[in-house]
């Protein structure tokens, strides 16, 4: 174990794994000491009931190299009915359009009618993928992206359309510096099966920083001011054995540690890696965590069955 590494794990051993221990990271990136290798996100995925009125938008951000990186951008409903997920209600033929700004830069209906389906279909064994039947009316993109802020919305084809979908986004080349450093999800947020589920996936060794977050009252107010917004989301976090390792649904509270005040460590590391601030006393929620390479899970729902639209967010903090 490198110095670096002992100092932010023996911070966060004694602090709970609370900011104490990121800002111990920070100041080892500030004095030009490096974090571990190979720990970025290599797939986000996010599950979550799509309306006509209410699509699925999957945000995500790629940062930290000048090469141009390629990513499987899959939007799945069809597939979710089979073996292993058996779910019901899917949405039945999706379509995915990937933005940069406002700009459509690439589109699909049926992945199995793209000139480049057999390289999708090859890629997505590569990266550890479900295989998707072919023929199906489920979707995927190969994109080479360079660093920036993108989005992918997936919504049905037809107007009265609507369903369970997934959207999945895979890093192809996990060496390649540039990564995804945060995903956002916006969702209708039901019950049941159709409460919003985000996974990730942290590669190689060592612990990852992160920051969580399950946002329903902040996007009723400026800039948002949308309505019908979920009024208390939760999120818990569960790692690949379906062990709950923390909860909250109050971002300024601790829920996991007697309840503690960490309203200023959230806020500071919000603006850190720039996202929008959540109102003080607020029902949104957030954590904080220190996560060892593997599979996690997020599942954002509505304190006392509440539903609404809600945005989950990954953010990478170091």
């Not at 060496?175 to 990730?200: K, M």
């Amino acid at each position: 174990m490198d110095l670096r590494e002992a100092t932010v794990q023996a911070t966060l051993d004694l602090s709970y794994g609370t900011t104490e221990a990121t800002d111990v990271a920070i100041a080892w990136d500030v004095v030009g000491v490096p974090t571990f290798e190979n720990r970025y996100p290599i797939n986000m995925s996010t599950r979550g009931y799509v309306q006509p009125e209410g699509v699925m938008i999957a945000g995500f951000v790629l940062s930290g190299g000048s090469s141009a990186k390629t990513l499987l951008l899959r939007g799945v409903g069809p597939a979710l009915v089979a073996a292993p997920f058996n779910l019901s209600g899917t949405l039945s033929d999706p379509q995915v359009s990937l933005m940069s700004g406002g700009s459509q830069i690439d589109y699909n209906d049926n992945w199995s009618s793209s000139s480049n389906a057999s390289t999708i279909a090859s890629t997505a064994s590569a990266v550890g993928a479900f295989a998707l039947a072919n023929p199906s009316a489920d979707t995927a993109l190969l994109h080479s992206l360079s660093s920036g802020v993108y989005s992918m919305v997936m919504f049905g084809v037809s107007s009265t359309d609507d369903g369970i979908g997934l959207v999945e986004i895979y890093d192809t080349d996990a060496a390649n510096p540039n990564h995804l450093v945060n995903l956002s999800t916006r969702a209708y947020i039901g019950t049941g099966d159709n409460v919003v589920i985000a996974g990730f996936v942290i590669n190689g060794s060592g612990n990852k920083y992160l920051l969580i977050r399950g946002v329903g009252p902040a996007l009723a107010a400026s800039p948002f001011y949308m309505s019908g917004t979920i009024a208390n989301p939760q999120i818990r976090l569960y790692d690949s054995s379906n062990h709950q390792l923390r909860s909250n649904s109050a971002w300024g509270t601790d829920e996991n540690y007697y309840n503690a005040d960490v309203s200023a460590e959230v806020a500071q590391i919000a603006s850190h890696v720039g996202a929008f601030s959540l109102a003080a006393g607020s029902h949104d929620s957030a954590l904080l965590v220190s996560l060892p390479a593997g599979r996690y899970t997020v599942v954002m729902s509505g304190v006392n069955n509440g539903t609404g639209i809600g945005l989950i967010e990954v953010y990478e903090v170091n």
